[in-house]
């Protein structure tokens, strides 16, 4: 059984940081790309920021310079260092595991709450 679990998120201030990770088990972490994603209220859920299983890493614009993915295949866990926060990153995050396989579905797991109040 997948499972991607979240945490980390919280409350914090305009200006604040959070590190959020996400534990993956039941699946060959080192190869799947795994990723952020967010969405707030009353919009569509948009990609946060993306690594692949060869490290590559790619970011929304409006996160570039604030947001680090980065990921530990040996804890099979990804991290998003989110510094600089805005009230407007205020959303639930998710994560999400994908493989070029497209037999297989991407996993996401249930998502963490992230609020930043100005």
């Known amino acids: 059984q997948v499972q991607l679990v979240e945490s980390g998120g919280g409350l914090v201030q305009a200006g604040g940081s959070l590190r959020l990770s996400c534990a993956a088990s039941?699946?060959?972490?080192?190869?799947?790309?795994m990723g952020w994603y967010r969405q707030a209220p009353g919009k569509q859920r948009e990609l946060v920021a993306r690594v692949t299983k060869g490290g590559s890493t790619n970011y929304a614009d409006s996160v570039k310079g604030r947001f680090t993915i980065s990921r530990d295949n040996a804890k099979n866990t990804v991290y998003l260092q989110m510094n600089s926060l805005k009230p407007e990153d205020t959303a639930v995050y998710y994560c999400n595991a994908e493989t070029s396989n497209i037999f297989v579905a991407p996993y996401w797991g249930q998502g963490t709450q992230v609020t930043v109040s100005s």
């Open positions: 039941g699946i060959i972490f080192s190869a799947y790309a």
